[in-house]
């Protein structure tokens, strides 16, 4: 049976598969909603717009995801690692002073966190586990995830700050 789908195809589902789970929540609780009574019909209508909701992010998510690169990502803790072949590092997401997307990296682009004493972690894009930066991200208070996602579909020419913590003033 393993051979029934071609492993591209495989992978390709695999991929949008939290959007697919988010579509037949939101279809059941539309056929829910539309055939019940009582109850039932209210939780089947809150089922769709929860449905549409986790949608919506699933596919975010799958723009987000790149494959392929070098190195490993990880999120623990509010704590980003990353370990490359010829760099790596750890930043804390509380301690973040400036998230940035630098397209003139080799061999693929690469955010750069800055943490607020200076330290730079450099991570491709596309590193192994990089989808889990999505989230990470979505954490830092300001940041429109919808502008990331622009910015991974068209590449700017030149390094581009995404975010930059704002400055606590005392007076």
Known sequence: MEGFVRPEARAALWKWREAFAAVLLAALGAW???TSFGPLK???WAMLAAGAVLALLAVQRVRFARSGGIGVVTVDERRVAYFGPLTGGVVDLDDLAELEIEPDAYPAPHWILTGQDGTRLEIPIDAAGSEVL?????????LRTGKVLDVLSNTPSVRTA????ELRRIH
């Open 32 to 34: 829910w909603g539309s």
């Open 42 to 44: 209210w939780l089947g």
């Open 134 to 142: 999505f989230d990470a991200f979505a954490a830092l208070p300001g």
């Open 162 to 165: 995404l975010w930059v913590r």
